[in-house]
């Protein structure tokens, strides 16, 4: 008999109602069963919506006998006591990145769940697109033989017109800024295919000082748009094999090229990229070259392909992520990704800022 289906609750309304509510729909093994959000009047607007129930308060959420699972896709600052109160609670977990505003935070989430032997999953959702899966199979069979250089440029425009709006993403104290943004995802890529990041150091830089409010005025943005890091790879976690990395992210660079990851090594080389801003599976092409030949592209293998498709290309990712966290609460095994990723990611992103000579 098949089992019945997880109860999965969604705290946040944007990304939360966007991606992750249809990607859980099209699950077997999780069935939406609630939604959360602090202001009554937005969660009745999408309860209505969706034929669900809501909660505004999260005391109430948690003590809600059908929710099992909570996918937490809030804004970063209240992320880590949202999570912990859920942990004590005993409710699995799938967070949006980062998992916390600092690495002591996402430990802390990484504890409390061993010891509550629960499943907690970070949504690093390049991990589960074709592409990226085959660029990991190439470059562990020996594509490009031992990496020597890694370059990842990420140069976005979403905040490049001044006229957008002040938001938590203009407050570093509340998890905005670049590097929360993509540098989160950039470190877990690259640990991931590469290797551990270690020496991590950068040149930030806030291009858009202010952004106007709501009421007309104009407030200060201290969060930063562009972050210039060097880093160490340990290719495959050897400490014998260091691999120097450049990683570029900006939120402002009008016309930008996107997201292109280069891998150049002892056989060959690796090209990873998609120019399209919005869309994180459509517009990827994967390129390989071994040593003296010209790039050639490569196609996804058959078994990495979606069963499911979206216009909306993030969903399709977002629930692979979903199926295997289904996968780690019934069967107990860990999940990856999940906390141990999330503080990794974490650790490397704090350097970036600890670290950063500031230019605004």
């Known amino acids: 008999m098949t089992a019945r289906p997880i109860g999965v609750a969604i705290a946040g309304l944007g990304f939360g109602e966007k991606v992750h509510l249809p990607a859980l729909q099209a699950n077997a093994d999780l069935t939406p069963v609630a939604l959360w959000h602090p202001r009554p009047a937005r969660l009745e607007q999408a309860c209505s ?189 050897r400490a014998d094999s260091t691999v120097p990395a450049q990683i570029n992210l900006a939120s402002v660079a009008r016309n930008g090229r996107g997201c292109w990851l280069e891998v150049y090594g002892s056989e060959g080389c690796l090209i990873l990229g998609s120019p399209n801003q919005k869309d994180y599976v459509h517009g990827f092409a994967l390129q390989h070259a071994a040593a003296g030949e010209a790039l050639r592209p490569i196609e996804a293998d058959a078994d990495l392909a979606f069963e499911t498709t979206w216009a909306d290309g993030r969903i399709a990712p977002v629930a692979r992520v979903q199926g295997w966290w289904a996968e780690s609460i019934r069967s107990g095994r860990p999940m990856i990704p999940g906390l141990a990723e999330g503080v990794a990611s974490r650790l490397a992103c704090d350097q970036a800022a600890q670290t950063a000579t500031r230019h605004a």
Request: proline share 5%; no cysteine; hydrophobic share 45%.
């Open 49 to 237: 919506t969706h034929g669900l129930p809501g909660h505004s308060d999260w005391g109430a959420l948690l003590a809600d006998p059908a929710v099992e699972a909570i996918v937490i896709a809030t804004p970063p600052a209240p992320r880590h006591e949202l999570a912990r109160q859920a942990l004590l609670a005993g409710k699995h977990l799938l967070l949006e990145k980062p998992v916390a505003l600092q690495a002591d935070q996402a430990r802390d989430l990484q504890r409390l769940a061993m010891e509550r032997q629960l499943s907690v999953a970070v949504n690093y959702e390049y991990r589960a697109v074709p592409l990226f899966m085959q660029a990991e199979r190439l470059l562990r069979a020996g594509a490009v033989g031992t990496p020597w250089l890694v370059k990842l440029d990420w140069l976005m425009s979403s905040r490049a017109d001044a006229s957008r709006g002040w938001n938590w993403y203009s407050q570093a104290s509340e998890g905005g800024g670049v590097i929360g943004a993509l540098g989160t995802h950039a470190m877990d890529i690259l640990a991931w295919l590469i290797g551990p990041l270690s020496g991590v150091q950068a040149l930030n830089a806030t291009s858009i000082l202010e952004r106007p409010l709501g009421d007309g005025g104009m407030a200060a943005v201290d969060s930063e748009d562009v972050s210039l890091i060097q880093a160490r790879l340990q290719w495959q976690g």
